[in-house]
């Protein structure tokens, strides 16, 4: 990897787990799409995994007092079996397929609530959601919008809402590093970034995840749930056009 390529991910480290931190899922899609541009499709996911845990877990030491360890417990025993069948399926999305999924995974969060009546807070809903979000998460890198469908529906605070989704994802971040990460050892692939950069960008995604938090704290519930379904919506849009160029492409 570059210098310049280098300096882009770390930047994107960082933006990325401060977007999260206010809106618990935009950043993950952002990163996974940048981390797509500049990687093979089976290193940016390892990579996303890794960082993406990072953050999560940080954000959920951060806001600890209000994760539902319930919810977690629940959702960590699906995500086991969801990792388990996708990797038997051993498939590696290509670029063009993958900045699909990643455009079209953000119309999820425009589903109407009422054809819905999912709530994390319900032990089999969150077994559904640990099942369908990690299962989501290996084949498309990201799942942020499919998870926020069984918390719409919650009757948790926004900071309640960030903290668990954060908690979660662990899991389905460390599903993604396992899956994708053990061929890649395996084969001996020299396709992962050096750990010098690990090392830098772990400290950036922390700090960003601080910075997101002070942001949250400022918003109230309604501007919450308002901005994320636009700020996602004009993500989604803009990997749908980059899927299209790398079609028409062919590559």
């Known amino acids: 990897m570059g210098a ?11 933006a990325t ?16 799409g940048a981390l797509a541009l500049v990687l093979p499709v089976s290193a940016a ?43 038997a399926a051993a498939l590696v999305p290509s670029k063009p397929v993958l900045f699909l999924l990643l455009g079209l995974v953000p ?3 425009w589903l109407p609530e009422r054809l819905l009546r999912l709530d994390a807070s319900k032990p089999a809903h969150a077994l559904v959601s640990g099942l369908a979000v ?11 919008p499919l ?18 989704k954060a908690a979660t994802q662990v899991f389905s971040h460390l599903a993604k590093i396992l899956v994708y990460g053990a061929p890649l050892i395996a084969s001996r692939a020299d396709d992962m970034p050096s750990p010098w950069l690990f090392a830098l960008a772990v400290p950036l995604s922390m700090a960003g995840t601080v910075a997101g938090g002070r ?3 400022a918003m109230s519930d309604v501007n919450f749930k308002r901005w994320t379904r636009w ?8 990997y749908l056009v980059q899927a299209a160029q790398l079609f028409m492409a062919g590559r």
């Open 231 to 238: 700020i996602v919506s004009g993500i989604g849009l803009v």
């Open 215 to 217: 942001i949250l704290d």
């Open 107 to 109: 119309g999820l969060v």
């Open 17 to 32: 787990a401060m977007l999260s931190g206010v809106f618990g899922m935009a950043g993950g899609l952002v990163l996974m």
């Open 134 to 144: 990690t299962g989501l998460n290996l084949t498309a890198g990201v799942a942020g």
């Open 45 to 87: 996911f390892v990579t996303h995994g890794l960082l993406q845990m990072v953050a999560n877990g940080w954000r959920a030491a951060l806001h600890r007092r209000h994760v539902r360890w319930d919810i977690v417990g629940w959702y960590a025993l699906a995500s086991l079996a969801a990792g388990a069948l996708v990797a």
């Open 4 to 14: 310049a390529a280098a300096v882009f991910v770390l930047v994107a480290a960082f």
């Open 147 to 164: 998870l926020d469908i069984f918390f719409v529906r919650t009757a948790l605070t926004r900071h309640a809402i960030v903290a668990t």
